[in-house]
């Protein structure tokens, strides 16, 4: 069973979820991209391997083996609680043998992008919702909301930490870093799926850490910064997935303040939060903005937690892909390194 987060909080929804082992899974990936796994995704859904037109977005109520069960593309909880009660009286109607068959063998990836999580490093919870107001009057907005994950590898964590153990050392982030935030987590994905900003869109990224205090192994940090990104709608980071998305003139900016601290002797962040405020404008048509003028600015904010030590949620960030780290392995190079 795959679908999305924002209907699990109906107690129906959850209470019939008992009965089922979930599981998600990023639709583009499975509808376009050439990997096994992919491929047999497709043929459940739509009875052919071949890459799908459209989208495949929604819940599916599937056997291990890969017999689809039932099926709804919606966000309403009164039809999702159906589709689960539907897909469960299929299962419960299946000879034991249907229900024992796994899947092939050949249905694995040799590889996913949650191979390359930094269990050492870094991981965020992101949480990005639409905002009321101007100015420092912003309240929360609309109820919209969104979620992703920000990823970095030990030694890039290492880097929001200054290497003076003195209270008023600073450090600025590393340009690769600030920019990863700007370009790939400073997005308005608050609606709907938007594209990322290339290293040309990068106006400006200012992110600097200080310690504020040294608590025996442990430094305290305050964050600031901010950032703006602006993008013409010229498309410029050539072949990927995100390339078939609508390009159009947008533009995000934003100011961040945060704390954490970070321990020396296990050289790990123990907290770490940061909040970003700020406003968008403009946008693919994908981020749910279809109405607004092209100038019209957004509120938004974005909060970046810590995660915890053993995070069960190791989905990777939206745009992992096109991270540009060593440290990530993409699956085309370890398909192709097996050859």
Same mark, same amino acid.
């Given at each position: 069973?795959?679908?999305?987060?924002?209907?699990?909080?109906?107690?129906?929804?959850?209470?019939?979820?008992?009965?089922?082992?979930?599981?998600?899974?990023?639709?583009?990936?499975?509808?376009?991209?050439?990997?096994?796994?992919?491929?047999?995704?497709?043929?459940?859904?739509?009875?052919?391997?071949?890459?799908?037109?459209?989208?495949?977005?929604?819940?599916?109520?599937?056997?291990?083996?890969? /017999?689809? $069960? *039932? !099926?709804?593309?919606?966000? @309403?909880?009164? =039809?999702?609680? %159906?589709?689960?009660?539907?897909?469960?009286?299929?299962?419960?109607?299946?000879?034991?043998?249907?229900?024992?068959?796994?899947?092939?063998?050949?249905?694995?990836?040799?590889?996913?992008?949650?191979?390359?999580?930094?269990?050492?490093?870094?991981?965020?919870?992101?949480?990005?919702?639409?905002?009321?107001?101007?100015?420092?009057?912003?309240?929360?907005?609309?109820?919209?909301?969104?979620?992703?994950?920000?990823?970095?590898?030990?030694?890039?964590?290492?880097?929001?930490?200054?290497?003076?153990?003195?209270?008023?050392?600073?450090?600025?982030?590393?340009?690769?870093?600030? /920019?990863? $935030? *700007? !370009?790939?987590?400073?997005? @308005?994905?608050? =609606?709907?799926? %938007?594209?990322?900003?290339?290293?040309?869109?990068?106006?400006?990224?200012?992110?600097?850490?200080?310690?504020?205090?040294?608590?025996?192994?442990?430094?305290?940090?305050?964050?600031?910064?901010?950032?703006?990104?602006?993008?013409?709608?010229?498309?410029?980071?050539?072949?990927?997935?995100?390339?078939?998305?609508?390009?159009?003139?947008?533009?995000?900016?934003?100011?961040?303040?945060?704390?954490?601290?970070?321990?020396?002797?296990?050289?790990?962040?123990?907290?770490?939060?940061?909040?970003?405020?700020?406003?968008?404008?403009?946008?693919?048509?994908?981020?749910?903005?279809?109405?607004?003028?092209?100038?019209?600015?957004?509120?938004?904010?974005? =909060?970046?937690?810590?995660?915890?030590?053993?995070?069960?949620?190791?989905?990777?960030?939206?745009?992992?892909?096109?991270?540009?780290?060593?440290?990530?392995?993409?699956?085309?190079?370890?398909?192709?390194?097996?050859?």
């Amino acid at each position: 069973m795959a679908g999305r987060r924002s209907v699990w909080g109906d107690p129906e929804v959850q209470e019939l979820a008992g009965g089922f082992v979930p599981a998600t899974d990023e639709t583009w990936r499975l509808q376009t991209s050439d990997d096994p796994q992919a491929r047999f995704f497709r043929t459940m859904v739509d009875g052919s391997p071949e890459p799908i037109r459209g989208s495949r977005q929604g819940t599916y109520v599937c056997t291990p083996g890969g /017999e689809l $069960l *039932a !099926r709804v593309n919606s966000t @309403d909880p009164r =039809r999702i609680a %159906e589709t689960l009660r539907k897909g469960l009286a299929a299962w419960e109607a299946l000879p034991a043998e249907a229900r024992a068959r796994p899947a092939p063998a050949s249905a694995s990836p040799a590889h996913r992008f949650e191979d390359s999580f930094p269990a050492d490093g870094l991981v965020l919870d992101a949480v990005h919702r639409d905002l009321e107001g101007s100015g420092d009057a912003w309240v929360p907005g609309g109820g919209r909301w969104n979620v992703d994950h920000v990823w970095f590898s030990p030694d890039e964590a290492r880097g929001w930490v200054p290497l003076e153990d003195t209270v008023g050392a600073r450090v600025d982030l590393p340009r690769f870093l600030r /920019e990863r $935030l *700007a !370009r790939f987590h400073l997005v @308005d994905n608050v =609606r709907g799926q %938007e594209g990322p900003f290339a290293p040309e869109d990068v106006e400006l990224s200012e992110v600097a850490s200080t310690v504020v205090a040294i608590e025996g192994d442990r430094v305290v940090l305050t964050i600031e910064g901010r950032t703006r990104t602006v993008s013409d709608g010229v498309w410029k980071l050539g072949e990927n997935l995100w390339k078939q998305f609508p390009n159009r003139p947008r533009g995000v900016e934003a100011r961040l303040a945060g704390g954490a601290v970070f321990d020396r002797t296990t050289e790990r962040f123990v907290s770490f939060q940061l909040v970003a405020l700020g406003e968008s404008w403009g946008g693919s048509g994908l981020n749910g903005r279809r109405g607004a003028e092209p100038d019209a600015r957004q509120p938004l904010a974005w =909060r970046f937690t810590r995660a915890g030590d053993l995070p069960a949620d190791r989905v990777p960030p939206a745009f992992i892909d096109i991270y540009g780290a060593e440290w990530v392995q993409p699956p085309e190079r370890v398909t192709s390194a097996s050859h």
